[in-house]
């Protein structure tokens, strides 16, 4: 057999496009895939794993937000994965995996992208396909857009910076 710990597939998938995540109205807390809508693109990748083996995914975003409360969120099929503890009588939705420091009360806040980086486990309990999403949005208001690839300003100036994200998948033998 394979000796434990090695590598037995990996999947990738980068994304150097630019997303929004709502539109300054709505669809704002609507958490959704990186690079949603772009063939090829998409952070939702489909693995199947040997019986016991792990998937060990890891990746960054980076993102920046019209306000702030941009997170990522991971999920397996539709389940979420890999997130901070349930408080008792805290607003739903709060479990993230990761935030930015995107804050509109600091200066020059919009001329600013921030990286998120993430990593996790998994042990699937079958060996079916399962899919594995990044996905993206705001935790507080529908009103605020989350930017993947991009600064909130977006500006033509040199510091006017574009971005370039990535997820990859790994089957780890047991």
């Known amino acids: 057999g394979v000796p434990s ?25 609507t958490f959704t895939n990186i690079g949603s809508g772009v063939s090829g693109k998409e952070f939702s990748i489909d693995m199947s794993v040997s019986s016991g083996n792990k998937i060990y995914g890891s990746g960054f975003v980076n993102m920046s937000g019209s306000n702030r409360y941009s997170a990522l969120k991971i999920f397996v099929d539709s389940t979420q994965i890999a997130m901070g503890e349930a408080v008792s009588g805290r607003a739903a939705g709060h479990q993230v995996t990761s935030s930015i420091t995107s804050n509109n009360d600091v200066s020059y806040y919009n001329l600013y992208m921030h990286q998120t ?24 208001s529908a009103s605020y857009i989350t930017y993947i690839n991009r600064t909130a300003g977006d500006t033509d100036a040199s510091y006017g910076v574009r971005g370039y994200s990535h997820f990859i998948l790994m089957e780890i033998a047991q």
């Not at 990738?12 to 300054?24: K, L, P, R, T």
């Not at 980086?117 to 507080?140: E, L, V, W």
């Open 5 to 29: 710990g090695s590598v037995i597939q990996t999947k990738f998938v980068s994304f150097d496009e630019n997303q929004s995540i709502g539109n300054g109205s709505s669809g704002g807390t």
């Open 117 to 140: 980086s993430f990593a996790f486990t998994h042990t699937p309990s079958d060996t079916n396909s399962h899919a594995y999403k990044i996905q993206a949005g705001n935790t507080f």
